[in-house]
């Protein structure tokens, strides 16, 4: 005689606790039924027969795989209309902004305003348009050097240097944000 297998660990009983009342016994193949349904989750509070300790569903070693296994999304149920009227869908898939990081690890967009905007700050503030454009060291030294060279009377020269530079690295950074947004397009 074929000796018998082991019992599954799910043909024991449980009683379940919930809403304030205990149910039961059920065994755990009617508990991964009640998951499926919905009335019961890995929180409600179970007791294996035999023993005088409630625990979450979750925790109880026998019932634990009931709670591993990933549910599958139900589909919405069908859309029907009277007759004669029209069926409009809405979903809302819109994309997060793609994010791009430079060569530094900072992120950056585009900059197409940027180029008037930086040339504009420059214009203002010796430095300000680096700022702008996230090379805020390059701004800052180019406002200190500015400054002090205000004292000789050249502060002129980087200021004009900094007008300069602002507009060509906001140019330089949108040049690289596009081929970077192509090759993210392409793949």
Not at 12 to 22: L, S
Not at 27 to 38: C, R, T
Not at 47 to 65: C, K, N, P, V, Y
Not at 82 to 108: E, H, K, L, R, W
């Amino acid at each position: 005689m074929a000796p018998l297998p082991p019992p599954h660990p799910l043909d024991n009983e449980w009683y379940a606790y919930v809403d304030g009342q205990t149910y039961g016994p059920y065994s755990g193949h009617q508990l991964g039924d009640f998951v499926k349904e919905g009335r019961i989750d890995g929180a409600t509070q179970v007791m294996l027969i035999g023993s005088e300790i409630w625990t979450r569903a979750a925790e109880d070693s026998r019932l634990a795989e009931l709670f591993r296994t990933s549910r599958k999304p139900q589909a919405p149920p069908p859309i029907s209309a009277a007759p004669g009227s029209t069926v409009v869908q809405v979903t809302n898939t819109i994309a997060p902004p793609t994010v791009i990081f430079m060569d530094d690890g900072s992120p950056f967009g585009p900059k197409s305003p940027g180029l008037a905007l930086a040339l504009a700050l420059s214009l203002i503030l010796c430095g300000a348009g680096q700022m702008y454009c996230g090379r805020v060291g390059r701004g800052f030294l180019m406002l200190f050097g500015s400054l002090f060279l205000w004292v000789v009377m050249l502060g002129w020269i980087i200021w004009i240097w900094s007008i300069i530079d602002a507009y060509s690295t906001a140019k330089k950074m949108n040049i690289r944000y596009q081929q970077r947004m192509l090759a993210i397009q392409s793949r």
